[in-house]
């Protein structure tokens, strides 16, 4: 009976890890499309600190890249350009998280933290539509719509960029759009209201590195995959609807 109970438990932790090793992986179909698989579930290969150093295996907490506690934020160890970014993540309470990407924390800006280098997608617990919702385009353009679930769920959220264009959609809802081509000015967006950024965002990178943020409270991110899209992804953006 005993060794009937011990096999049973061994069977339903291998089978929680196989689970676990199956999130993490591409579909046949994922490959033929052409996603990369940036996360393998169990180490931090392909990850690194903003100052290029190796990232502790610590970060990895039950095959979830976890960035609290860092210095700002884990990075992917190669710059990227046009490319859709697809991922989960769940979030504790008064969790302020967020998805850096077109960054580049090896240069940061003297006086600036890395939110001045790059384009961050907040993951936040904030409630309701804003400018530092889950899902916005961090003090710049403000989402259309909360649709994160409620914190301690798991999300899953998917941001394409290419080009002048961002679209960010958090469970299968988009939230929020910008074209970058519009944003002439620096601490000023297109309809002439002030954010607190002194970039003219026509001229920011469009490529850069994808960083996870730790800004003080654990927040999880799992199945992180990346789809690039090319230097000419389709119709040129002042073409699209």
Same mark, same amino acid.
């Given at each position: 009976?005993?060794?009937?109970?011990?096999?049973?438990?061994?069977?339903?932790?291998?089978?929680?890890?196989?689970?676990?090793?199956?999130?993490?992986?591409?579909?046949?179909?994922?490959?033929?499309?052409?996603?990369?698989?940036?996360?393998?579930?169990?180490?931090?290969?392909?990850?690194?600190?903003?100052?290029?150093?190796?990232?502790?295996?610590?970060?990895? *907490?039950?095959?979830?890249?976890?960035?609290?506690? /860092?210095?700002?934020?884990?990075?992917?160890?190669?710059?990227?350009?046009?490319?859709?970014?697809?991922?989960?993540?769940?979030?504790?309470?008064?969790?302020?998280?967020?998805?850096?990407?077109?960054?580049?924390?090896?240069?940061?800006?003297?006086?600036?933290?890395?939110?001045?280098?790059?384009?961050?997608?907040?993951?936040?617990?904030?409630?309701?539509?804003?400018?530092?919702?889950?899902?916005?385009?961090?003090?710049?353009?403000?989402?259309?719509?909360?649709?994160?679930?409620?914190?301690?769920?798991?999300?899953?959220? *998917?941001?394409?960029?290419?080009?002048?264009?961002?679209?960010?959609?958090?469970?299968?809802?988009?939230?929020?759009?910008?074209?970058?081509?519009?944003?002439?000015?620096?601490?000023?967006?297109?309809?002439?209201?002030?954010?607190?950024?002194?970039?003219?965002?026509?001229?920011?990178?469009?490529?850069?590195?994808?960083?996870?943020?730790?800004?003080?409270?654990? /927040?999880w991110y799992r199945n992180i995959k990346l789809r690039p899209l090319g230097p000419a992804s389709g119709t040129p953006p002042a073409d699209r609807p």
């Amino acid at each position: 009976m005993l060794l009937r109970f011990i096999i049973a438990l061994v069977l339903v932790g291998t089978s929680a890890t196989a689970a676990r090793a199956d999130d993490d992986a591409l579909t046949a179909q994922e490959m033929k499309d052409g996603w990369l698989l940036l996360f393998d579930g169990a180490t931090t290969k392909g990850w690194m600190t903003p100052k290029g150093k190796p990232l502790p295996a610590s970060h990895v *907490q039950d095959g979830s890249l976890n960035p609290h506690p /860092c210095d700002y934020m884990l990075v992917y160890e190669k710059p990227l350009e046009n490319f859709v970014l697809s991922l989960d993540f769940k979030i504790t309470p008064n969790c302020n998280s967020g998805i850096f990407i077109r960054t580049n924390p090896l240069t940061a800006r003297p006086g600036k933290d890395v939110g001045f280098n790059g384009v961050e997608i907040a993951i936040d617990a904030t409630e309701g539509p804003g400018f530092h919702t889950t899902g916005a385009i961090y003090d710049l353009v403000a989402t259309e719509v909360n649709a994160m679930k409620p914190v301690g769920e798991w999300n899953h959220i *998917q941001i394409t960029s290419d080009r002048s264009r961002i679209d960010v959609e958090v469970n299968g809802r988009r939230v929020s759009h910008v074209d970058f081509d519009e944003w002439n000015e620096p601490n000023k967006r297109p309809d002439g209201s002030a954010h607190k950024f002194d970039v003219a965002y026509k001229d920011h990178p469009r490529a850069g590195y994808i960083g996870l943020q730790d800004h003080g409270a654990d /927040c999880w991110y799992r199945n992180i995959k990346l789809r690039p899209l090319g230097p000419a992804s389709g119709t040129p953006p002042a073409d699209r609807p």
